[in-house]
């Protein structure tokens, strides 16, 4: 199966090096296409999490410790700083789809909130909807299903870097153009259910509309700034021997939006059977 894969990944590189322009791109849709099937091929992971999130020209650093299982999609957090102890747990189909928080401190006993609560977000871009590498994924196989020639011109090599002790390969994509453009907001819409349409990042349509003081904040008729893409530019490492992306960043027009860092990975292990479960609290 594992041949079938690459040999498909090498009939497509082959493929769209005879495309104008793209054959000098060649190792990166490589690259690309391996790191797909590398995400396809991970059942469960478990990694250091580091995130570096930029608001309102602020930098706010946070540490999990991240266990996720992707299908059926369960994530457990167990936070390192800046809130230490703090458990959180996600399951789909469980508990409402709502997350189990064991907040380490008063009230001293577990909460059940929307992934999308102010609480949960704070100094956060994104839920833990998108832990994991399957968000990445599916947001890169909506791209080529929209415009697969355009987004495969898009994506170039970078020089080789090291991370977490692993000289990971480096690619970039940058779309041909990244704007904001004005967006009249329709019955029932809030700014989540906005980005999730659209493939957008909330906090970014939130944080360049300045009248809105929350995802709420809007109603028909509302007129805001959305982009037109995802990020003007996206980074990624690649493991050199797994080919996953345990390094992303996200750029917008005013520099960088998030870094996020998976140290001390872990591909396919076995988890314990109680360990997404309330046992784990």
């Not at 493929?15 to 995400?39: D, L």
């Amino acid at each position: 199966m594992c041949c079938r894969i690459v040999s498909l990944i090498l009939c497509l590189q082959i493929v769209f090096s005879s495309f104008s322009g793209v054959s000098q791109n060649a190792n990166a849709i490589f690259y690309f296409f391996k790191m797909q099937s590398a995400i396809a091929q991970t059942h469960t992971c478990s990694f250091n999490l580091k995130t570096i999130e930029t608001h309102n020209r602020k930098q706010t650093v946070s540490e999990f410790v991240v266990k996720v299982n992707s299908t059926p999609y369960k994530v457990f957090l167990f936070c390192v700083s800046p809130n230490p102890g703090v458990k959180a747990l996600l399951a789909k189909g469980f508990n409402d789809d709502k997350v189990i928080v064991h907040p380490n401190s008063f009230p001293f006993f577990n909460l059940s909130l929307s992934p999308y609560n102010s609480l949960l977000r704070k100094n956060h871009h994104f839920t833990m909807w998108e832990m994991g590498f399957n968000y990445t994924k599916e947001l890169f196989e909506s791209y080529i299903k929209k415009d697969s020639l355009m987004f495969m011109n898009s994506i170039h090599v970078l020089p080789d870097e090291e991370f977490d002790r692993k000289i990971c390969h480096r690619i970039e994509i940058i779309p041909p153009l990244f704007y904001f453009s004005d967006y009249v907001v329709k019955q029932g819409e809030d700014i989540t259910s906005i980005s999730k349409r659209l493939l957008l990042n909330d906090n970014m349509i939130l944080e360049h509309n300045p009248q809105l003081s929350s995802m709420n904040d809007v109603k028909k008729g509302s007129v805001i700034r959305v982009p037109n893409v995802l990020a003007k530019r996206i980074v990624l490492y690649l493991d050199r021997n797994t080919f996953l992306p345990i390094v992303q960043e996200m750029y917008d027009d005013r520099g960088l939006f998030i870094r996020v860092e998976m140290s001390s990975l872990v591909r396919n292990p076995k988890f314990d059977v109680n360990e997404f479960s309330k046992e784990k609290f």
